[in-house]
C-alpha cells in the first residue's frame, strides 16, 4: 500500500511524526510531500530533524499568501505531483490549507482520502479553520476522530458511516518526547534565569488576534501586565502583523519576547512552566496533556474536554487574560476523564484502519 501524506504547518509536522513510524513498522509505502505552508526552519525543517520523520519526498515551496493564493498554488502542484506518484490513499492532517488543498486535488483525482483529526469543532465559521475542517471532513472517504466528541458531530453531519475514532496522534508524539526529556532542564528557564514554575509561555498567531491593531495591542497589553514573566515565543505572522500595525514587538513589563522553540525544547520549556497563553489549537491540548494550565484567547475551543476538566479558560484580551493567566493550578481530573485523547497508539491504530482498505 502506497500512502502520501500531505503537510505544510508545524502542527501537521508534529502529527506526522508517528505516522511515519507507524508506516514503517506497518510496511506501508509513506510518500510526504511538504506544501511549503510553513517555511520558517523553526516552524518546519527542524521538526524533521528533531522527530526523526521521513524527508520529505516533494516540497511544493509555496510560502505565504492569502487564503486563496496559498490554497491555490498548492492545488496546482498538487494535480501533478497526484499523478507522478500514483497512491492508493491521500493522508491529511488537521485544519490547515494543506489539509484542504490537499483533499481538494485528491478527491478531484478520484484518489481516497483519510482525514486525521476529523471531527473537531468551534462552530465559529469566521474561522478558516473551520471551514477547511468541515469541507475536509465531506469530501474525505475515512474520517479518523481524535476523540468520542469529535465522532458525535460527525455523526450529527450524517458522517458516522466513515468515521473511525483512533484517538489523538499528537498524544502519540507528546508523551514519548515528555518521557525522553524526563529531569532536562528548561530551555527557556536556562536561558533566560526563570525558575522553575516561575514563568508561563505564550504564542499568538492566529489572524482573530492578529489582524486588527487594536486587538493585537490589547493582547500584548495584557501579557506584559500578568503578575509573573510570560514568554511570548513570537511566531512569523506574529512578528509580520506587528511591523504592518507599528507595534513594536519587544519586551516590556513582564514580557519577554523570544524566538519560536524546536519541539524537545518546548515540550521541555512547557513542563517546566507554570502555565500556557496561546490561541493554538495544538498548544492547548498539549498543555493539558503535561498538566499545565492554559488560557486560550479565543471565544471557542475545538479541545472542549480541556475546558471542561477545568485546564483550560477561554477569555478576551484585556483583564480576564490577566486574570486566567494568573489563576491556581486546577484539581487533576478524576481518572475515568484523565485519558480522553487517547493511550499514545493512535498511529498504529491509523496505519490498522488504512490497511484493511487496502
Sequence with gaps: ??????????????????????????????LIVHTGQHYDPMLSDVFFTDLGISAPDVHLGVGSGGHGVQTGAMLAAMDGVLDEMRPDWVLVYGDTNSTLAGALSAVKKHVPVAHLEAGLRSFDRRMPEEINRVLTDHAADLLLAPTAAGAAHLAAEGLQARTVVVGDVMTDVLLAQRDALAGAPSPVGSELGLADGAYSLATIHRPQNTDDADRLHAVLDALAAVDHPVVLLAHPRLVAACAAHGIELADRGGLRVHAPLSYPDLVASMVAARGV??????????????????????????????????????????????????????????????????????????????????
Design 1 to 30: 500500500m502506497r500512502v502520501l501524506s500531505a503537510v505544510g504547518a508545524r502542527p501537521q509536522f508534529v502529527k506526522l511524526a508517528p505516522i511515519d513510524a507507524a508506516f514503517r513498522t506497518a510496511g506501508i509505502e509513506h
Design 277 to 358: 497563553v496561546t490561541d493554538s489549537g495544538g498548544l492547548q491540548k498539549e498543555a493539558f496533556l503535561l498538566r499545565v494550565p492554559c488560557t486560550t484567547v479565543r471565544p471557542v475551543t475545538e479541545w472542549v474536554e480541556t475546558v471542561e476538566l477545568g485546564w483550560n479558560v477561554l477569555v478576551e484580551p484585556g483583564e480576564a487574560l490577566v486574570s486566567a493567566a494568573s489563576r491556581p493550578r486546577p484539581a487533576e481530573p478524576a481518572a475515568e476523564d484523565a485519558h480522553p485523547y487517547g493511550d499514545g497508539r493512535a498511529a498504529e491504530r491509523v496505519a490498522a484502519e488504512l490497511l484493511t482498505r487496502a
